[in-house]
């Protein structure tokens, strides 16, 4: 399984735009990359999945370059209820054998 | 909304107790996942498993086993508790499909403490 690392943790300001990078440097070709949000005493929730160029939806954008060794999370405007700990995963999502597995994830402090 | 429920938010018992750890989930999803989330460890795969009465070890299966006897319900079993189960226990279900299908949904939690 592909092995990410992003940064332990982020601080940003409310209503500034904050990216979070993962490397994934040994993506395979069938692996999909996704990111799930985490509140405190709540489960992980699904924010957005890509395979390659960018993918957006009303919660957040990700940018996934051509090599895909990497992939931003952009979260535009964020707000105090942003702060979470977020984690990339990366997967042969749908091949119904290969579960996806958690690093520790990156924890964004958003201040007022 | 999928729903997944875990029996309990909260739960305390003692050293070499047998404990069950029950979910539920309601979209009729082939796959389900036990994780436990430690403070600074992130979140650890236990079992899973893709139908009835099937189930694979995740990467920390030691101490723990599952049962799935239907498709909604998931268990997980501690034979004999220790301290050192003591987490926040997660359950997740996805359905088994397309790529964007196999989004894990899950529910709000078990903190087991193990005295």
């Known amino acids: 399984l592909a092995k990410t690392t992003q940064p332990i943790s982020m601080d940003s300001y409310e209503g500034q735009e904050v990216n979070i990078t993962c490397s994934h440097n040994n993506i395979a070709t069938n692996d999909y990359i996704t990111w799930y949000q985490q509140f405190p005493s709540q489960g992980p929730r699904f924010i957005i999945q890509?395979?390659?160029t960018k993918v957006t939806n009303e919660v957040a954008s990700l940018f996934i370059p051509a090599d895909r060794k990497s992939s931003t999370l952009s979260l535009p405007r964020v707000s105090l209820s942003d702060t979470a700990v977020y984690y990339c995963l990366v997967g042969d999502i749908g091949s119904g054998n290969t579960p996806l597995v958690f690093g520790k994830g990156t924890r964004l402090s958003v201040i007022a | 909304d999928v729903k997944v429920t875990q029996s309990s938010r909260y739960l305390v018992k003692r050293t070499g107790e047998k404990v069950f750890l029950e979910c539920v989930q309601d979209?009729?999803?082939?796959?389900m996942f036990w994780y436990r989330q430690d403070p600074g460890l992130g979140l650890r795969l236990i079992y899973f498993?893709?139908?009835?009465?099937?189930?694979e070890k995740g990467d920390i299966p030691e101490g723990y086993s599952v049962s799935r006897e239907k498709k909604e319900r998931f268990s997980l079993i501690l034979e004999s508790a220790s301290t050192n189960q003591t987490s926040m226990y997660l359950c997740?279900?996805?359905?088994?499909?397309?790529?964007?299908?196999?989004?894990?949904?899950f529910g709000s939690g078990t903190q087991l403490s193990v005295l």
């Open positions: 997740a279900s996805s359905l088994w499909g397309e790529a964007e299908d196999e989004k894990l949904f």
């Open positions: 890509g395979y390659k």
């Open positions: 498993s893709y139908d009835v009465k099937m189930k």
């Open positions: 979209m009729d999803h082939e796959n």
